[in-house]
Structure formats: structure tokens, C-alpha cells
């Protein structure tokens, strides 16, 4: 039941389970969850997820509300902390708000975690999207402009094995391409026009375009810079100038020297 076997095999219980909860609250988005839901759905003991909440609680990792327990403060201190070894996240509101066109578009950082993208970084700029990815979302790697745009890196062999479940290639709206050989298109697309394009896989009516951001040093993460546009607004016109920034900006954001020119 729950992740009971998982804990059992781990060589510290105690810190799988306390990861576990962690992520059901961070699921939760923000929602309490309460002591005897959080001990069902581990599949342990409520005693010992009590023992669990309250070091967590102490460690101010999670809170006790009224209703149960939600994120506590420290985890926004630890992800602030992950960010910060990011040098491109941090300079890229400085990039975003300096460019005439970016400034005043929905902009993204993202980067690639398996089948998934996980959202670092987002600028809101005039006319902000409510439905588009906030910075700790996770989107499908195969819906998305940014995901597509990370893909393009990675050899066919490797894509056909890693979206091998078609789980990992989800329908989400009539325009979401869910085959593998939809999707190596698109990805070859992507490396032949150099940078991706979302239209309307996720989100209706929403237009996506993404590049990647050259890594600074060999290991680092690559990181996709994305812009989300409402398609009354994303004529070709303006998709084109919007992609040019984009790459502008990305190249910017690789090269340390070129920040703030």
C-alpha cells in the first residue's frame, strides 16, 4: 500500500517517506493535507507519519494549518537557493525586461527532467497567460515549445527510448501530436529551423515558440527559453519578430559579455 515497500528497501526509510510528503504537499498546490490522509496514502502508520510531520514541521519544511499540513518557508529558501546556481535564471529578468520586443511578452525558462519540463523562471510582461506553466510546473517534454526545443538535442535513438510509453505523449487539447513519429517530426523540425513551436498543444489558443540556451560550460544544464502568445496576437509577423528576440536574448544569456551590450 502507499510507498511502504519503497520506504522498506530504501536504506533510510525515515528520509524516503519524509521526501514522499513532501511531494504529495507539493501536489497539493498549496491545499492542506491532513495527518491521516498524508498516513493512507504513504500506506504507513499515522504514529509515524506524526514523527515525520513534526521533524518536518520543526525543520520548517512544512506548516500545520487548520486543516493539516502545506509547504513551510524553507523549501522556498532551497529553491532559491537551486535557482541561484543557475547564473542564466538569474540574469534572465534583467535580458527580458531590457528587450523592447520580450518585455512585454510571457517568457520562460525551462529545463528538461525526463519526459517532463520543469519551469524555472517566468516574466509576465503586459498581458500575463493565467493557464501557461508557473515556475515549479511540470508540462509534458513532447507538448511543449520549450520541451521540443530541449529534445532537438538529444539523438532520435534516445527520444524513441525514453517516450517509448505513450503515457509520456498525453493528449491534452485536439491539437496535441501523441505519436513517437509525431513527435521525432517535430523534433526534427526543430534542429532544421532552430528553434521550436507550440501550436496549441497545450493550451488552446495559445502559440508557443522556444530556443535553447547554449550551455556556458561543458556539463552544465541546458536550459530552453520560451515565449507563450494568444493567437489573436501571434500573427506570423509577430511570431517572427518575437522568435529573433528570442534567439537574441538566448544568445545573450550564454555569453556572460553580452548581458546588458
Not at 509534458?140 to 524513441?160: C, F, Q, Y
Not at 532544421?192 to 522556444?210: C, L, N, T
Amino acid at each position: 500500500m502507499g510507498n511502504e515497500s519503497g520506504a522498506e528497501r530504501s536504506n533510510a526509510p525515515a528520509v524516503t517517506r519524509s521526501i514522499a510528503i513532501l511531494n504529495l504537499l507539493a501536489e497539493a498546490r498549496g491545499a492542506e493535507i491532513g495527518l491521516s490522509e498524508l498516513a493512507r496514502t504513504l500506506g504507513i502508520a499515522k504514529s509515524s507519519t506524526s514523527n515525520l510531520c513534526v521533524a518536518l514541521e520543526e525543520g520548517g519544511l512544512i506548516q500545520r494549518g487548520e486543516q493539516g499540513y502545506r509547504l513551510g518557508r524553507r523549501t522556498v529558501e532551497l529553491g532559491g537557493a537551486y535557482l541561484a546556481s543557475f547564473d542564466q535564471v538569474r540574469e534572465f529578468y534583467r535580458v527580458c525586461s531590457e528587450s523592447a520586443e520580450l518585455s512585454g511578452e510571457l517568457v520562460q525558462i525551462a529545463m528538461l527532467d525526463g519526459t517532463d519540463v520543469l519551469y524555472l523562471a517566468r516574466h509576465e510582461g503586459r498581458a500575463p497567460l493565467r493557464l501557461t506553466a508557473g515556475i515549479g510546473d511540470r508540462f509534458p517534454a513532447s507538448l511543449t515549445a520549450v520541451g521540443n526545443a530541449l529534445l532537438a538535442r538529444l539523438d532520435d535513438e534516445e527520444i524513441r527510448r525514453r517516450f517509448a510509453d505513450p503515457a509520456t505523449r498525453p493528449r491534452v487539447t485536439e491539437a496535441s501530436v501523441t505519436s513517437l513519429d509525431g513527435l521525432l517530426e517535430k523534433v526534427r523540425a526543430t534542429r532544421e529551423r532552430g528553434h521550436s513551436v507550440d501550436e496549441g498543444e497545450m493550451f488552446p489558443s495559445v502559440i508557443g515558440a522556444a530556443v535553447v540556451i547554449p550551455p556556458r560550460n561543458i556539463g552544465d544544464q541546458p536550459l530552453a527559453l520560451g515565449v507563450s502568445m494568444m493567437l489573436p496576437v501571434a500573427t506570423e509577423k509577430h511570431r517572427t519578430r518575437v522568435i529573433a528576440q528570442l534567439k537574441t536574448a538566448a544568445d545573450a544569456l550564454s555569453n556572460p559579455l553580452l548581458v546588458g551590450a
